[in-house]
């Protein structure tokens, strides 16, 4: 199992900037940045493969935040720019196995611990 360990969250206020960083202990096939805010479902961010490298996004965040890696750390990125006072959730980096596109948080296999994000209007 892949261990994840995220870090660089905290408290921002709207319109300012975070960036999120996922260390891997291994690779699984397909990465995620997923959310929870208190209350509701855990809800998908952004991701990409491994091998193909092609990046996708929820409509909510498209355009304001980056997912990106770095191939020779295992390390995986969320810059996330404009940020709202609906951005604040428990972001979590996420692995999964799954060799068809998913974006649902059940099918990805290995979760981080969680770091919080609070952006204050």
């Known amino acids: 199992q892949v261990q994840l360990v995220e870090s660089g969250g905290g408290l921002v206020q709207a319109g300012g900037s975070l960036r999120l960083s996922c260390a891997a202990s291994?690779?699984?096939?397909?990465m995620g940045w997923f959310r929870q805010a208190p209350g509701k479902d855990r809800e998908f961010v952004a991701g990409?493969?491994?091998?193909?490298?092609?990046?996708y996004y929820a409509d909510s965040v498209k355009g304001r935040f980056t997912i990106s890696r770095d191939n020779t750390k295992n390390m995986v990125y969320l810059q996330m720019n404009s940020l709202k006072p609906e951005d604040t959730a428990v972001y979590y980096c996420?692995?999964?196995?799954?060799?068809?596109?998913?974006?649902?948080?059940?099918?990805?296999?290995?979760w981080g611990q969680g770091t919080q994000v609070t952006v204050s209007s």
């Open positions: 291994g690779r699984t096939y397909r």
């Open positions: 996420a692995g999964s196995y799954a060799r068809f596109f998913t974006t649902t948080p059940s099918n990805f296999d290995s």
């Open positions: 990409f493969t491994w091998s193909v490298g092609s990046t």
